[in-house]
C-alpha cells in the first residue's frame, strides 16, 4: 500500500450511518490517465459497528490485521491513522458523504467554521446520517487541524429539479425557510448515471426510474440525465418503506401523536428506528431475515414493501409521461432477485416483465445486467458505488469564505 509519488493527494472517503461506515481510499496519482470507472481503490471496507463485521472490496495486505473500535469514531480514526503511516510524504485529503446540503449547498465545499455551522443546523432533519458524518470530521480534525476536509452532498443531485415536483403545498413562510422536497441517495444516482453514460449512453439520455433499495430506500425519475421527481421529501422518511422508517405516512398520523403525548424524543425513536420492515414484522428490519422466516407477519412486511415500492414507480412516471428503463441499484435492489420479481409482477399493466433465468440472486459480477427480454421495457440491475463517487468529487470541490 506504500507509494511514493508526492505531487497527487490520496483521496479517503468517509460514508457514514448510524451504525455503519464504509471507507475507501483512492490513489489521484493512478487516476490521471484513466477513465473514472477504471478509478480502482487502495482499499473499501464497509464495517458494521454493531457486529463489528467488516466486507471488504479491497483488501491490501497490509491492513488484514485491522480491525474496528468500539465507536464511530475511534474506528474512523483508527483506520486513517493507517492510511497516513502507509503514505507519510503524501498528501491527504477526506472527502465526506453529507446527506443534507440544504438551499445552500449544491457542488462539494471545503468544510470551514461556517459549512460546518450550517450544516449542524440541518442535523435535525436527518438525525440517521448527518450527526454522525459531523463527528467523524470532528474527530480527525481533533487529530490533525491541517487535513482538509470535502462535503459531498446527497441533496446535490436533486437540487435543480423543477419546482412543481419540489415544493409543498405549505405556506410561503414555511417554504421560504426551506421546507421543500429536496430529495437523497443523490451521490448513488450519479454512480448509476456515470456508469450508463459509460457503458449505455444511449439508455442514460432516456426516461429512467431508478430503484435505490437498501437499508434507506428512495425511487428517482431522471429524464435525460437530471432529476425530476423522487420519493424522498424534506426528510429522509418519506416515499418507500424502509428497513426501520414507515415511509409515506399520512402527516394526521403526527399530530396525533403529539395529541396522545408522545415527546419530540420518542417520536424521533418511532419514526427513525421501529417503523417499517421492522414495525410491520416485529421481527426484523432486514430483508434476508424475512425472506428466511415463515412467520404471517414477515411475508406481510416483504408484500407491503413491494407493493408501496410498485406504487412509487408508477407514481414517478408522470413526472416524465413515461418511462423507458427501470433500474435496481442498492443491497435489495442489486442482490434480491425475489423482491425484484415482487416489485414488477405488480407493473405487468405498464409493460414491464422479467425473464427467471436473468433475473439472478446475489451480487451480479458485471457492472450492468438486464434481466428482460428485448421486446419488453427494459430493466437492469446496475452497482451502485457511492465511495467513487465522493473520491471524483475532488476536482469539483469550491471553497466558501468564513463569516467573519
Known amino acids: 500500500m506504500r507509494h511514493t509519488d508526492s505531487t497527487h493527494p490520496i483521496v479517503v472517503t468517509f460514508n457514514v450511518g448510524s451504525a455503519t461506515i464504509k471507507m475507501a481510499a483512492y490513489d489521484t496519482a493512478k487516476a490521471v490517465d484513466s477513465s473514472p470507472l477504471a478509478w480502482s481503490p487502495l482499499f473499501d471496507v464497509n464495517i458494521n459497528l454493531k457486529t463489528k463485521n467488516k466486507v471488504w472490496h479491497a483488501m491490501p495486505q497490509s491492513l488484514s490485521d485491522w480491525e474496528p473500535q468500539e465507536s464511530l469514531t475511534d474506528t474512523a480514526v483508527s483506520l486513517f491513522t493507517r492510511v497516513k503511516q502507509a503514505f507519510p510524504a503524501r498528501k491527504i485529503v477526506c472527502i465526506h458523504r453529507v446527506v ?79 421546507v421543500r422536497c429536496y430529495g437523497f441517495h443523490g451521490l448513488s444516482y450519479q454512480a448509476i448515471m456515470r456508469k450508463l453514460e459509460t457503458y449505455l449512453p444511449n439508455i442514460a439520455k432516456k426516461r429512467l426510474i431508478i430503484a435505490h433499495l437498501g437499508s434507506g430506500c428512495s425511487i428517482t425519475a431522471v429524464d435525460n440525465g437530471k432529476s425530476k421527481d423522487s420519493t424522498f421529501g424534506f426528510s429522509g422518511l418519506d416515499g418507500v418503506p424502509m428497513g426501520t422508517r414507515p415511509g409515506h405516512l399520512d402527516s394526521g398520523v403526527i399530530l396525533y401523536m403529539v395529541e396522545q403525548g408522545w415527546t419530540l424524543e420518542q417520536m424521533n425513536q418511532c419514526l427513525y428506528k421501529e417503523s417499517g420492515l421492522l414495525g410491520l414484522s416485529e421481527i426484523s428490519n432486514d430483508v434476508r431475515d424475512l425472506l428466511a422466516s415463515d412467520d404471517p407477519r414477515a411475508k406481510f412486511a416483504l408484500a407491503y414493501f413491494a407493493t408501496h415500492a410498485a406504487k412509487e414507480i408508477a407514481s414517478l412516471m408522470v413526472s416524465m409521461k413515461g418511462c423507458d428503463a427501470l433500474i435496481f441499484t442498492a443491497g435489495i435492489g442489486e442482490q434480491s432477485a425475489i423482491i425484484r420479481q415482487m416489485i414488477v409482477e405488480q407493473l405487468d399493466f405498464l409493460g414491464f416483465s422479467l425473464e427467471a433465468d436473468k433475473n439472478i440472486d446475489g451480487r451480479i459480477d458485471v457492472p450492468i445486467l438486464r434481466i428482460n427480454s428485448d421486446d419488453g421495457k427494459q430493466i437492469y440491475v446496475i452497482l451502485t458505488d457511492e465511495q467513487l463517487e465522493l473520491a471524483l468529487s475532488l476536482e469539483h470541490a469550491i471553497t466558501i469564505e468564513t463569516d467573519k
Open 100 to 178: 443534507h446540503g440544504g438551499k445552500r449547498y449544491h457542488v462539494p465545499v471545503v468544510i470551514n467554521e461556517t459549512v460546518m455551522a450550517h450544516l449542524v443546523e440541518l442535523s435535525p432533519i436527518c438525525p440517521l446520517h448527518q450527526p454522525p458524518a459531523l463527528s467523524v470530521v470532528n474527530a480527525l480534525q481533533a487529530m490533525d487541524k491541517k487535513l482538509v476536509h470535502i462535503a459531498a452532498f446527497d441533496t446535490a443531485f436533486h437540487y435543480h429539479r423543477p419546482e412543481i415536483w419540489s415544493s409543498y403545498a405549505l405556506p410561503k413562510s414555511l417554504r421560504d425557510q426551506g
